[in-house]
Nanobody
């Protein structure tokens, strides 16, 4: 069993930056691929970024590529999402998720554990 707790969400002006953190419990965290997703009101949950268990492979949604960076610190059982050049359309609840199988996937259904989410609001 893995428990995930996100933090770092806030209200920020357009063009600003935030770093989200996702703290994981469980000894097997380092063997899981991790992902970040987001969900805006009235919209489906969408993929943002994912990172392999080793940290050596990452994938991003086109909408955030070049602005967001996913990373992980296995010693701290934490995954991060550095968000720069934020836009109002980035406003959403951001969730981290863990995938127990190998491979970086975009679909929420491919992930086994989820955090409770953290709100990011970008004002124009």
């Amino acid at each position: 069993q893995v428990q995930l707790v996100e933090s770092g969400g806030a209200l920020v002006q357009a063009g600003g930056s935030l770093r989200l953190s996702c703290a994981a419990s469980g000894r097997t965290f380092s063997s899981y691929a991790m992902g970040w997703f987001r969900q805006a009101p009235g919209k489906e949950r969408e993929f943002v970024a994912a990172i392999s268990w080793s940290g050596g492979y990452t994938v991003y949604a086109e909408s955030v590529k070049g602005r967001f960076t996913i990373s992980r610190d296995s010693a701290k059982n934490t995954v991060y999402l550095q968000m720069n050049s934020l836009k109002p359309e980035d406003t959403a609840v951001y969730y981290c998720a863990a995938r127990t199988l190998w491979g970086l996937k975009h679909a929420p259904s491919e992930y086994d554990y989820w955090g409770q989410g953290t709100q990011v609001t970008v004002s124009s």
